[in-house]
């Protein structure tokens, strides 16, 4: 797992933290990751009813800047091949 360090953390969050961390008995430090890990989740959902996701017509453009760019040695069939073969097992279709 990887580690990180929080610096100046208003006291008052901090003593915050630290009661629910009782309060749930659970480390400050886990406490953390709960609270780092329903903030991501709450982020990620409101992020989803956001105006920020681009537009269909920015998004044109940029994949239009995109196309031709990408650059590989293998020939189209190989890279058919390997996309397929990355592919989970899921329900029966025809190609």
Request: aromatic content about 4%.
């Amino acid at each position: 797992m990887s580690s990180i360090t929080v610096r100046n953390i208003p006291e008052d969050v901090f003593e915050k933290i630290k009661t629910l961390a009782k309060t749930e008995r659970r480390s400050v430090n886990n406490e953390m990751v709960i609270l780092i890990e329903k903030g991501l989740k709450e982020q990620i959902i409101h992020s989803r009813k956001d105006d920020s996701v681009l537009s269909k017509e920015t998004q044109i453009i940029l994949w239009k800047e995109l196309f031709g760019k990408w650059e590989d040695d293998r020939s189209t069939g190989e890279i058919i091949a390997d996309i397929r073969d990355a592919r989970t097992v899921g329900r029966e279709v025809e190609l």
